[in-house]
């Protein structure tokens, strides 16, 4: 036996006086009772939204994209903002569940599950703009690496929008699978505790007939750490890419070389603020405040400090390089952002991505609930208007002057964007009921080395000295072989 | 597969699990497998089991799917249908590295998992004996294959011995089968 030590001075990981069992009936017990009344009522308002979101859609596709605003100056609108918005915020799950395993950082247990599923229903939000974008949906498998039906002409695999294709479809991938192998041995536990025969034949299926023998959870923590290997990598590569199709581009404002790292850590800021603003509510209505502690959304908020950081050096980068690039296109690309009839946007994402961040640095407001849920709200309207602002701001006042044009958006683009909340949120809450919203097999892995009450027990070997701690270690190590020699 | 008899027992502690699989190694009985709610770390050495060779079969599927990429666009672009894009060379192998490693990812991903689940022999609708309703809750539960040689009230006293909290005889197919979870099986009657 290893020793299962951590300094008491460390924050805990789960309070409260918990065992193992206690862990699993905090975590299951609420998908067993019936979900309260704000769950409903949440739930249908979300079915609303997506009903009305499935309306705009139909309503686009029959009557063509003429329905939007979207213009032939401004040829990507709320559609590819709104597309580009998903998909950074699906990149805080696999971040906390990949990144944050190879880092070793303990307090991703709480929160990877729920983080997860955000990534996912993000990504599927994000996959309906680029589809429904292309006018002609019936034509869609194009993007597909087939031949078409004129001759063996294949898709462009030197552009950019099919590698988008490739890196959000493997991305959706790739996500779907680390998070369900994560969930299959919790499905196993609700299997194994249900009181009805339902519930336990669905969880049953669920749960692929997961027992956990040894060799099953050797070759789980083999898979996880390979997975998390991968999508390291690969979370990192998907908002590269999407950063691409501005980037290689030469269209001023877009042609840049610092889109790409720049889009990540806006993608980890705005998925962060996104987990906070779920999470926030999820501990809340289902009473997981000791699982999901205030040091939780701390480490969250001390990356959204991080990342909105990089974000506003990004931006000062980019306002310093169109000066010094003396390029007069460049010049006037960012004196028509921050000053043309668009300068609202430009303002209004410097205020929320920039300057109000930066009251993270002040540990009580790191720590205030109120002001994380405000504050997680406010980044991710930062983050949407960052997104406007780099594809309106940089396409409305272009070469030829004739062409100069304004861009607002028409009920469909509006009523899509609202559909994909409905999305989202209908899958949230669906997630919420059904799934542990916690990953309960992780939590009791971390559980005799970060529990609160385990801990406090930590502060007796905390005051030994070192001759009297190894005295102790070795003493137990020689009564294990000795009893073993006995045998 | 076959239906046959264990001893059980179960722990409600690692601290007292280790030392008891290492005293069922030492005695010689058929210890047939160890079920935990968790990844106990060291209980795979503890029982002697080899480390997985997953992580061979995952680098091997990401470098099918590196090749696949790869092949598959060079020969689309060099030979099958040839085009000048963007004044790129036909063979811009640059730009094709994004598609590469996205499909050395999804490849070693995919590969991985469906290796995994056959490999632990799980997949919807397949169904185990659980020969404890808490081993996926907060029990670590051993079970040893009962025959002949093996007298049951022995092995529970040995059992009993090595700190078990509790412990059982059970009849148990030892393998996997198609079923559903809500309906019992015939031969769980013996059990009852």
């Given at each position: 036996?290893h020793?299962k030590?951590?300094?008491f001075v460390?924050?805990?990981l789960?309070d409260?006086?918990?065992?193992?069992?206690?862990?699993?009936?905090?975590?299951?017990s609420?998908?067993?009772?019936?979900?309260?009344?704000?769950?409903?009522?949440?739930f249908?308002?979300?079915?609303i939204?997506?009903?009305?979101g499935i309306?705009?859609v139909?309503?686009s596709?029959?009557?063509?994209?003429?329905?939007w605003?979207?213009?032939?100056?401004?040829?990507?609108?709320?559609?590819?903002?709104?597309?580009?918005?998903?998909?950074?915020?699906?990149?805080a799950?696999?971040?906390?569940?990949?990144?944050?395993?190879?880092?070793?950082?303990?307090?991703?247990t709480?929160?990877?599950?729920?983080a997860?599923?955000?990534?996912?229903?993000?990504?599927?939000c994000?996959g309906?703009f680029?589809?429904?974008h292309?006018g002609r949906?019936?034509?869609?498998?194009?993007?597909?690496p087939?031949?078409?039906?004129?001759?063996?002409?294949?898709?462009?695999?030197?552009?950019?929008?099919l590698?988008?294709?490739?890196a959000?479809s493997?991305?959706?991938?790739?996500?779907?699978?680390?998070?369900?192998s994560?969930?299959?041995?919790?499905?196993?536990l609700?299997?194994d505790r249900?009181?009805?025969k339902?519930?336990?034949m669905?969880?049953?299926f669920?749960?692929?007939?997961?027992?956990g023998?040894?060799?099953?959870?050797?070759?789980m923590e083999?898979?996880?750490?390979?997975l998390?290997?991968?999508?390291?990598?690969?979370?990192?590569s998907v908002?590269?890419i999407v950063s691409?199709?501005?980037?290689?581009s030469?269209?001023?404002?877009?042609?840049?070389?610092?889109?790409?790292p720049?889009?990540?850590?806006g993608?980890?800021?705005?998925g962060f603020?996104?987990v906070?603003t779920l999470?926030?509510?999820t501990?809340k209505?289902?009473?997981?405040e000791?699982?999901?502690?205030?040091?939780?959304?701390?480490a969250m908020?001390?990356?959204?400090v991080?990342?909105g950081?990089?974000?506003?050096v990004?931006?000062l980068?980019?306002?310093?390089?169109?000066?010094y690039?003396q390029?007069w296109?460049?010049?006037?690309?960012?004196?028509?952002?921050?000053?043309g009839?668009?300068?609202?946007?430009?303002?209004?994402m410097?205020t929320?991505?920039?300057?109000s961040?930066q009251l993270?640095?002040?540990?009580?407001?790191?720590?205030s609930?109120?002001?994380?849920?405000?504050?997680?709200?406010?980044?991710n309207i930062?983050?949407?208007?960052?997104?406007?602002?780099?594809i309106?701001?940089s396409?409305y006042?272009?070469?030829?002057?004739g062409?100069?044009?304004y861009y607002s958006?028409?009920?469909?683009?509006?009523?899509?964007y609202?559909?994909?909340f409905?999305l989202?949120?209908?899958?949230y809450?669906l997630?919420?009921?059904?799934?542990?919203v916690?990953?309960?097999?992780?939590?009791k892995f971390?559980l005799k080395?970060?529990?609160?009450?385990?801990?406090r027990d930590?502060?007796?070997?905390?005051?030994?000295?070192?001759?009297?701690f190894?005295?102790?270690?070795?003493a137990?190590?020689?009564?294990?072989?000795a009893?073993?020699a006995?045998? | 597969m076959?239906?046959?008899k264990?001893?059980?027992?179960?722990?409600?502690?690692?601290?007292?699990?280790?030392?008891a699989?290492?005293?069922?190694r030492?005695?010689g009985?058929?210890?047939?497998d160890?079920?935990?709610?968790?990844a106990?770390?060291?209980?795979?050495?503890?029982?002697?089991?080899k480390e997985?060779d997953?992580?061979?079969?995952?680098?091997i599927?990401?470098i099918?799917?590196t090749?696949?990429?790869?092949?598959f666009?060079?020969?689309?672009?060099?030979?099958?249908?040839?085009?000048?894009y963007?004044?790129?060379?036909?063979?811009?192998?640059?730009?094709?590295?994004?598609?590469?490693?996205?499909?050395t990812v999804l490849f070693?991903?995919?590969?991985m998992?469906?290796t995994?689940c056959?490999?632990n022999?799980i997949?919807?609708?397949?169904?185990?004996?659980?020969?404890h309703p808490?081993?996926s809750?907060?029990l670590?539960?051993m079970?040893?294959?009962?025959n002949?040689?093996?007298?049951?009230?022995?092995?529970?006293?040995?059992?009993k011995?090595t700190?078990a909290?509790?412990t059982?005889?059970?009849?148990?197919?030892?393998?996997?089968?198609?079923?559903?979870?809500d309906?019992?099986e015939?031969?769980?009657?013996?059990n009852a």
């Amino acid at each position: 036996m290893h020793i299962k030590y951590e300094s008491f001075v460390r924050e805990p990981l789960v309070d409260g006086n918990k065992n193992y069992h206690q862990v699993s009936e905090d975590i299951i017990s609420p998908i067993e009772r019936k979900p309260g009344r704000m769950w409903y009522v949440g739930f249908i308002f979300s079915i609303i939204l997506l009903c009305f979101g499935i309306f705009s859609v139909t309503w686009s596709v029959y009557w063509g994209l003429g329905t939007w605003g979207v213009n032939r100056t401004i040829g990507w609108g709320w559609d590819i903002t709104n597309f580009v918005w998903w998909i950074g915020i699906g990149h805080a799950g696999t971040l906390i569940s990949a990144i944050l395993l190879l880092f070793r950082q303990g307090w991703r247990t709480g929160v990877n599950r729920a983080a997860e599923a955000m990534t996912i229903f993000a990504v599927m939000c994000a996959g309906q703009f680029p589809i429904w974008h292309m006018g002609r949906v019936w034509d869609g498998f194009w993007v597909l690496p087939l031949p078409n039906s004129r001759g063996p002409l294949w898709p462009n695999f030197d552009s950019p929008l099919l590698w988008d294709v490739f890196a959000i479809s493997t991305y959706f991938t790739v996500s779907l699978l680390f998070w369900y192998s994560g969930l299959v041995p919790d499905f196993a536990l609700i299997r194994d505790r249900a009181k009805t025969k339902l519930r336990r034949m669905l969880y049953g299926f669920a749960s692929f007939g997961w027992t956990g023998t040894a060799k099953n959870w050797q070759r789980m923590e083999a898979l996880a750490l390979v997975l998390a290997g991968l999508s390291t990598p690969l979370v990192l590569s998907v908002h590269t890419i999407v950063s691409f199709d501005f980037a290689t581009s030469v269209i001023p404002g877009w042609h840049t070389t610092i889109f790409p790292p720049y889009f990540v850590a806006g993608a980890v800021f705005s998925g962060f603020a996104m987990v906070n603003t779920l999470l926030v509510i999820t501990r809340k209505i289902l009473k997981l405040e000791e699982y999901i502690t205030i040091g939780h959304l701390e480490a969250m908020n001390k990356i959204i400090v991080l990342t909105g950081s990089i974000v506003g050096v990004a931006y000062l980068t980019e306002l310093f390089m169109s000066w010094y690039s003396q390029s007069w296109g460049e010049i006037a690309a960012f004196k028509w952002r921050i000053m043309g009839p668009y300068w609202w946007s430009y303002w209004a994402m410097m205020t929320c991505n920039v300057v109000s961040p930066q009251l993270f640095w002040v540990k009580k407001l790191r720590r205030s609930i109120p002001f994380t849920f405000v504050m997680s709200i406010v980044v991710n309207i930062g983050m949407w208007f960052e997104r406007f602002v780099i594809i309106a701001t940089s396409t409305y006042r272009d070469w030829i002057p004739g062409s100069w044009a304004y861009y607002s958006p028409e009920w469909p683009e509006i009523g899509f964007y609202l559909g994909t909340f409905g999305l989202f949120f209908t899958c949230y809450f669906l997630f919420a009921k059904y799934f542990p919203v916690i990953a309960v097999a992780e939590i009791k892995f971390v559980l005799k080395t970060s529990g609160d009450n385990y801990k406090r027990d930590m502060q007796r070997i905390e005051e030994q000295s070192a001759e009297e701690f190894i005295h102790e270690q070795e003493a137990a190590h020689h009564e294990e072989h000795a009893e073993a020699a006995h045998h | 597969m076959a239906i046959k008899k264990f001893a059980v027992a179960a722990y409600d502690d690692e601290a007292v699990l280790f030392p008891a699989v290492k005293k069922v190694r030492k005695s010689g009985y058929k210890l047939h497998d160890v079920y935990t709610p968790f990844a106990v770390h060291g209980l795979d050495t503890a029982m002697g089991l080899k480390e997985t060779d997953l992580h061979i079969a995952g680098f091997i599927y990401g470098i099918c799917g590196t090749s696949t990429a790869v092949g598959f666009i060079s020969w689309i672009f060099t030979s099958d249908w040839p085009i000048v894009y963007g004044g790129k060379p036909h063979f811009a192998l640059p730009a094709w590295v994004p598609i590469t490693f996205e499909l050395t990812v999804l490849f070693a991903a995919v590969g991985m998992t469906l290796t995994f689940c056959y490999l632990n022999q799980i997949m919807p609708g397949v169904k185990k004996h659980v020969f404890h309703p808490r081993q996926s809750d907060d029990l670590f539960v051993m079970a040893i294959e009962l025959n002949d040689h093996t007298p049951e009230a022995e092995v529970v006293k040995f059992l009993k011995g090595t700190g078990a909290k509790e412990t059982s005889v059970q009849m148990a197919e030892e393998g996997w089968w198609y079923g559903r979870w809500d309906k019992k099986e015939e031969y769980e009657a013996l059990n009852a």
